[in-house]
């Protein structure tokens, strides 16, 4: 018996995977040492124009694992207290549940079998997110272990800036400097960036999915 087809018109878009676009804010480089200190998850979907666009966003601050590694500059660059009792920060397993749960709800929705990591050097992202789920035992992780889509992969190659700021810039859309590097930030201008370059490439897509009918 042949597999049924997606059932959705994002799952036929991506192959019966489903992009949502991660960032992640840590406390330095190594995600099996380094600790996870805020994760901010954006979900997608088609507009009746077959246009992707932004939906809703789900954050969350992180309490360091037990031992972990936070490097001086890394704070400097995010800004993040970590002692500050308003972050309401959670440990990492009630974390990633807050933030997790809702992509396996919107994969399940969709009728796509797994979600696609989307972030702007994705594979960071992902390690930090994977480790994670390792160290607290999390077997709910709903993104694939290795495959993504990489905004400064797709940003060089359609719009020549793969920094996120110029990127944006070159596409047209808002950044501010003053507002970066909070995970919600970076992750709602990331996924403005991938609608855009995905929307762009779209009438490329149609081709060749037209080219392909019987």
């Known amino acids: 018996m042949e597999p049924s087809a997606p059932s959705s018109p994002i799952a036929r878009r991506f192959r019966g995977f489903l992009p949502v676009v991660v960032d992640v804010e840590t406390g330095g480089f190594n995600p099996a040492t380094d600790a996870l200190l805020e994760i901010a998850v954006v979900l997608l979907d088609l507009d009746a124009q077959g ?98 889509f990489d905004t400064a992969t797709l940003a060089g190659a359609v719009l020549g800036q793969t920094v996120l700021k110029r990127a944006l810039e070159t596409a047209g859309l808002p950044y501010d400097a003053e507002a970066a590097h909070s995970a919600i930030y970076d992750t709602e201008r990331t996924a403005d960036l991938f609608c855009l370059l995905v929307n762009r490439l779209q009438p490329v897509y149609e081709t060749f999915a037209a080219s392909k009918d019987p």
């Open 51 to 148: 246009h992707l666009v932004r939906k809703e966003t789900h954050a969350v601050h992180v309490q360091p694992f037990p031992g972990a590694n936070i490097e001086k500059a890394a704070l400097e660059v995010n800004g993040i207290r970590v002692d500050n009792p308003l972050r309401l920060a959670l440990p990492e397993r009630e974390a990633l549940e807050r933030v997790l749960k809702p992509v396996r709800t919107a994969v399940s929705d969709s009728g796509c079998s797994r979600a696609l990591l989307v972030g702007h050097n994705a594979h960071f992202d992902l390690s930090f997110v994977n480790a994670a789920c390792t160290r607290a035992d999390y077997k709910r992780n709903p993104f694939h272990p290795f495959t993504v």
